[in-house]
Nanobody, 124 residues
């Protein structure tokens, strides 16, 4: 089992920044990659970014490339999502997820564990 807890969400103005954090616990040694997804009201959950847990490689949705950065701190079992130049369309509940095997990281159904989510609101 892997437990995930997100934090760092909140209200920010258009063009502002937020940093989300995902603390992982449990069998983190088994994790292959960590991903961030988001879901806005009325929309399906969508891929945002992912990072390989014990190697090189990070991946981004086209909508956030150049604005968001995913990073990890393996010593602290934490994954961060730095979000800059936020737009109203970035507003959503952001979820952290963990996958235990090499899979297509942009697919929600490939992830094994999920956090409870953290709300990001962007005022226009």
């Amino acid at each position: 089992q892997v437990q995930l807890v997100e934090s760092g969400g909140g209200l920010v103005q258009n063009g502002g920044s937020l940093r989300l954090s995902c603390a992982a616990s449990g069998r983190t040694a088994d994790v292959y990659a960590m991903g961030w997804f988001r879901q806005a009201p009325g929309n399906e959950r969508e891929f945002v970014a992912a990072i390989i847990w014990n190697g090189d490689g990070s991946f981004y949705a086209d909508s956030v490339k150049g604005r968001f950065t995913v990073s990890r701190d393996n010593a602290k079992n934490t994954v961060l999502l730095q979000m800059n130049s936020l737009k109203p369309e970035d507003a959503a509940v952001y979820y952290c997820a963990a996958v235990l095997r090499a899979r297509i990281l942009t697919r929600e159904r490939n992830y094994d564990y999920w956090g409870q989510g953290t709300q990001v609101t962007v005022s226009s």
